[in-house]
């Protein structure tokens, strides 16, 4: 395929180029390698390098250590309303949704936490964290912070809907606050997200309640903001 050297940098041509064509792609599917993209293309691979830098910038590929450049999906939209649970929500909207716990630890919450919690500072918190996945790839990692009280009810909790968890038990659970930021990963998170440290995190603290108003939980989210989008219901 020819391309033109004259209206913009080359590399960002190419990146134009594979831009579109990544729309034929499915999600999960790996561009060819470097050399052979190099050769269809007539360029050399530090232009192909700085295209395809181009996509993975935008959330588009994803460079995975000894198996290539995936294509990845479109931004999911999620949206975060009183009852929405996440793992229902993207549920219904068709997606594969898996949730898996990957750690149980009992700790005295930070004075911010315990205010959130209405516990006495220094309280002991149950914290829970688990890996969302959506359809096979790593999107959230959440911390659900409990007062450690509660340690018997979440003894059996191993992994799926949190929310469907406590809803079963007869502690159905409402968010009633929701503060949304952006930062760049920490190293534990970018290895969880399978995602580089220049990409920022979309973060969420969120506290929910039980029906008598108590409150219950305080989950931090961090969602990788190139696959992610939340829509805030008016």
């Given at each position: 395929?020819?391309?033109?050297?004259?209206?913009?940098?080359?590399?960002?041509?190419?990146?134009?180029?594979?831009?579109?064509?990544?729309?034929?792609?499915?999600?999960?599917?790996?561009?060819?390698?470097?050399?052979?993209?190099?050769?269809?293309?007539?360029?050399?691979?530090?232009?192909?390098?700085?295209?395809?830098?181009?996509?993975?910038?935008?959330?588009?590929?994803?460079?995975?250590?000894?198996?290539?450049?995936?294509?990845?999906?479109?931004?999911?939209?999620?949206?975060?309303?009183?009852?929405?649970?996440?793992?229902?929500?993207?549920?219904?909207?068709?997606?594969?949704?898996?949730?898996?716990?990957?750690e149980r630890i009992r700790?005295?919450?930070?004075?911010?936490?315990?205010?959130?919690?209405?516990?006495?500072?220094?309280?002991?918190?149950?914290?829970?964290?688990?890996?969302?996945?959506?359809?096979?790839?790593?999107?959230?990692?959440?911390?659900?912070?409990?007062?450690?009280?509660?340690?018997?009810?979440?003894?059996?909790?191993?992994?799926?809907?949190?929310?469907?968890?406590?809803?079963?038990?007869?502690?159905?659970?409402?968010?009633?606050?929701?503060?949304?930021?952006?930062?760049?990963?920490?190293?534990?998170?970018?290895?969880?997200?399978?995602?580089?440290?220049?990409?920022?995190?979309?973060?969420?603290?969120?506290?929910?309640?039980?029906?008598?108003?108590?409150?219950?939980?305080?989950?931090?989210?961090?969602?990788?903001a190139d696959r992610f989008?939340?829509?805030?219901?008016?």
């Amino acid at each position: 395929m020819h391309l033109s050297r004259r209206i913009e940098p080359l590399y960002r041509e190419l990146a134009a180029v594979l831009r579109e064509e990544l729309q034929r792609m499915s999600p999960g599917d790996y561009l060819p390698g470097e050399l052979q993209l190099a050769a269809r293309f007539a360029v050399n691979r530090h232009t192909l390098r700085r295209a395809v830098d181009e996509l993975v910038l935008e959330g588009r590929l994803l460079r995975r250590q000894g198996k290539g450049t995936q294509v990845l999906a479109k931004p999911l939209i999620y949206p975060v309303e009183a009852g929405s649970a996440y793992s229902q929500s993207l549920s219904a909207l068709g997606h594969r949704v898996e949730a898996r716990l990957i750690e149980r630890i009992r700790r005295p919450g930070s004075g911010e936490e315990c205010r959130h919690l209405q516990l006495a500072d220094g309280s002991e918190l149950l914290e829970l964290a688990t890996l969302r996945l959506l359809d096979g790839q790593p999107m959230s990692l959440i911390r659900h912070r409990f007062c450690a009280s509660l340690a018997p009810l979440l003894a059996d909790y191993q992994g799926g809907s949190l929310r469907q968890y406590l809803g079963q038990r007869d502690l159905p659970l409402a968010r009633t606050f929701s503060l949304i930021g952006a930062r760049l990963p920490s190293r534990e998170e970018a290895a969880h997200l399978l995602m580089p440290r220049h990409v920022p995190l979309l973060s969420v603290l969120t506290l929910s309640r039980d029906p008598a108003g108590r409150a219950v939980e305080l989950a931090q989210s961090s969602s990788r903001a190139d696959r992610f989008q939340y829509q805030v219901a008016t």
